[in-house]
């Protein structure tokens, strides 16, 4: 029965899918996934209407915050839309259907505390011969290749910052993850050790092979980390931790490919879990364009170093 208390529950559910994958959001993500909430559960004859009453609990301002966009506010506004300009829900006609963009004070409240984390000191630092032994042992290896200035950058500034989180923000084809190689290298030579997170297992797959280094799917790590909470220690999930988990420690190093494509929740669980291990977090992706809800916010401009020049490699047929 899909009564009052049955579309609420729904409604907070379908909210935190959505805010699970999105900061913002508009109606048609909420639509989209009520429908897919609704599949198996609702009669045929009662979708629409049942669909329609959990999109307007999600979307109600005790659910939602609605974004205010400067280009209407800024106009002055009729008290009451004619009937003629007005559509059936009595929005303008001159309003774009749809177009709201909402979010929630539990994305707002996970912004805030992964801009918080972002500006903390205290993370481990590189010596500096360190690195540059660790720059000219690759440039000796691949003298038709050899770091340019950018990736020497990237490599100097997150082996020598103090912060425990840094990214770096490049163009695809830039020399990201050659220069996450020579951090790599360069962390393994001052004794300590790193692990590499990515989106999907294909990806894993990728960067592992591309730094020399363990790496596992972000979602992996989180799933260990929830199983093994003090809430779900003594319950049937309760299991040994794997031994690449029990090996994080302040001297770990975490690598996160294309970390703009998670989730703010999903980081800021991942950063918590580092945070009360001392370890220090890099993420490297393709952006800005990529970017979600505060990843722009996530590191000032001037700590986030970029690698303009992409890297060409041509080989004989």
């Known amino acids: 029965m899909a009564d009052a208390a049955w579309i609420a529950r729904t409604a907070n559910y379908v909210l935190e899918t959505i805010s699970a994958q999105r900061s913002t959001w508009q109606r048609h993500h909420i639509r989209s996934e009520t429908e897919r909430q609704l599949r198996g559960q609702i009669r045929l004859e ?16 005790t659910s939602a915050i609605a974004h205010g966009d400067p280009d209407i506010t800024d106009q002055p506004r009729l008290g009451a839309v004619p009937v003629m300009f007005a559509r059936r829900d009595g929005s303008s006609v001159y309003t774009i259907a749809g177009s709201q963009i909402y979010t929630s004070a539990q994305v707002l409240s996970a912004e805030q505390q992964l801009i918080d984390l972002a500006v903390q000191p205290g993370g481990r630092q590189l010596p500096k011969p360190i690195v540059t032994q660790a720059v000219h042992a690759y440039n000796s290896a691949n003298p038709d290749r050899p770091l340019n200035v950018g990736q020497i950058a990237v490599v100097e500034g997150f082996a020598t910052s103090d912060l425990r989180i840094r990214t770096v923000d ?14 790599t290298d360069a962390w393994h030579t001052n004794g300590g050790t790193v692990l590499g997170l990515a989106p999907t297992a294909a990806a894993a797959s990728v960067l592992g092979e591309s730094i020399g280094a363990r790496v596992e799917t972000i979602d992996k790590l989180l799933d260990v980390l929830t199983h093994h909470t003090p809430e779900t220690r003594d319950s049937d999930a309760n299991r040994s931790l794997p031994q690449w988990v029990l090996q ?21 669980h991942r950063l918590r879990a580092a945070e009360n291990r001392s370890i220090r977090g890099v993420g490297f992706g393709v952006g800005p364009h990529l970017a979600l809800g505060v990843v722009d916010d996530l590191v000032p401009p001037r700590w986030c170093p970029r690698i303009p020049v992409i890297q060409w490699t041509f080989h004989p047929l």
């Not at 994080?248 to 800021?268: F, P, S, W, Y």
């Open 46 to 61: 009662d979708c629409e209407r049942v669909a329609e009453a959990v999109v307007a609990q999600a979307l109600s301002p």
């Open 170 to 183: 490049a163009p695809a084809g830039s020399g990201k993850t050659t220069a996450m190689r020579v951090l």
């Open 248 to 268: 994080i420690d302040q001297n770990t190093l975490v690598i996160i490919d294309e970390h703009v494509k998670v989730g703010n929740l999903k980081r800021l």
